[in-house]
Each structure stands twice: as structure tokens, then as C-alpha cells.
């Protein structure tokens, strides 16, 4: 057990529908990182926060956001949800907000039809 | 713009054989470097890591990773695999900059044979 928390572990949703995924980092962490891995793109980043603000965005497509609390657990919303969105959505949480261990919660697997 | 390689898609090995998976990087600067492992149906955990220092790192399990920084290589070993060991393997690597993220390898699919 990683300390890192999502909810929930499985999502089936209609075209066009939105979705929140929640994380809860390890206690103390105060970076959260969001990553979906799929069969064909493999583990893509998609956005991290650090204490509340957005750090670093990666491949995160316009329809999906993500923010992080006061209390630092992250919130990743997908909207107008597509067939290929389909995939597994990792949280990781580290302490510092670069270069350090980052370590996964159990993913939220999306499963869009 | 930074990536990773990993050379074998699927490795199938009998028990008690030596397991070598390859990792290469592109990247000119300072990387931390870490492997992480995704048993079927689970979560990704951290095998092990390297920031700096000794270039032979040794992680949980009996696995163990050499840094070598002219290769831009960061195998993966162990002497001798377990059926156990079965599962996903996912090197990555970060710049330790500005931005925290990891850039993960496409994986290796490790099955061993009981």
C-alpha cells in the first residue's frame, strides 16, 4: 500500500458524459501527479499540482482539468467523454515538487461506451 | 524532448534463469532514474531509484540496476527470477528540473515459466 488513495476504481460512462476522479496523496506529500496509461499511448502525463497550484501540464487534452485543494487531495474532471478515453488514471504524490519519488495510488480504471 | 526506450516488449524466462531488461535514455543533463513494477491487475511500485552516487543501485526484491551514464542505460537485473516476478516493468525517468514529472518507457511484459 502506496499511502496514495483514488476514488473510485471503476468507472463505466456514456459518449459526451463527465467524470471526476479523486485522489488523496500520502500524508505530507504535496505534489500530486496525474498520468493515464493506455494500451496503445502507454503511461502519458497528463498535469501535476504542487501545494495547491499547477505546476507542470503534459499531453492533457482541453476537456479535461484537474485541481488541487486546500487540503491537497486532486480532482481530475473528464467532460464530453470520448470512446478513446477509455484507460487507466494513476495519482501519484511526492514531497518535493521535482525530482523526487513519486508513488502511485491504485488508478481508477474509465471505461467509456 | 526527453524520452525513453526499452528494448524487450515481452520476456518469457523459466524460473531460476538471470533476467536482464534494458533501459536506454535521451537526455544530456542530470536524471534521476527509477524502475517500477505493475504486477497484473495492481498499481505501479517503486523497484528502485538512483539520484546520484554509486551507479549500481539495489532495490526491493532482489533486483538490482546499473547506471551507466556514457550508455545512457539503466538495466534492470536479477540473478535468479521467481514465478513470482511475473508482471509489468516500467523504467522512467525524470530531470529533476523545473518540472517533477516522469517520462515512463512503453514497458516490459516479464512472464516466467513455474
Known amino acids: 500500500d502506496s499511502g496514495v488513495t483514488q476514488t473510485p476504481k471503476h468507472l463505466i460512462t456514456a459518449t459526451g458524459q463527465r467524470v471526476t476522479l479523486r485522489c488523496s496523496p500520502r500524508s505530507g506529500d504535496l505534489s500530486v501527479y496525474w498520468y493515464q496509461q493506455s494500451l496503445d499511448q502507454g503511461l502519458q502525463f497528463l498535469i501535476q499540482?504542487?501545494?495547491?497550484?499547477?505546476?507542470a501540464k503534459g499531453n492533457i487534452l482541453e476537456r479535461f482539468s484537474a485541481q488541487q485543494f486546500p487540503d491537497l487531495h486532486s480532482e481530475l474532471n473528464l467532460s464530453s467523454l470520448e470512446l478513446g478515453d477509455s484507460a487507466l488514471y494513476f495519482c501519484a504524490s511526492s514531497v518535493t515538487p521535482s525530482g523526487g519519488t513519486q508513488y502511485f495510488g491504485p488508478g481508477t480504471r474509465l471505461t467509456v461506451l | 524532448a526527453q524520452s525513453v526506450s526499452q528494448h524487450n516488449h515481452h520476456v518469457i524466462l523459466s524460473e531460476a534463469a538471470s533476467l536482464e531488461l534494458g533501459c536506454n535514455y535521451s537526455y544530456g543533463g542530470t536524471v534521476n532514474l527509477f524502475w517500477y513494477v505493475q504486477y497484473p491487475g495492481q498499481h505501479l511500485q517503486l523497484l528502485l531509484k538512483y539520484f546520484s552516487g554509486d551507479p549500481l543501485v539495489k532495490g526491493i526484491k532482489g533486483f538490482e540496476a546499473e547506471f551507466i551514464k556514457s550508455k545512457f542505460s539503466f538495466n534492470l537485473r536479477k540473478p535468479s527470477v521467481q514465478w513470482s516476478d511475473t508482471a509489468e516493468y516500467f523504467c522512467a525517468v525524470n530531470s529533476g528540473g523545473s518540472q517533477g514529472n516522469l517520462i515512463f518507457g512503453k514497458g516490459t511484459k516479464l512472464s516466467v515459466k513455474p
Open positions: 499540482y504542487y501545494n495547491g497550484e499547477e505546476r
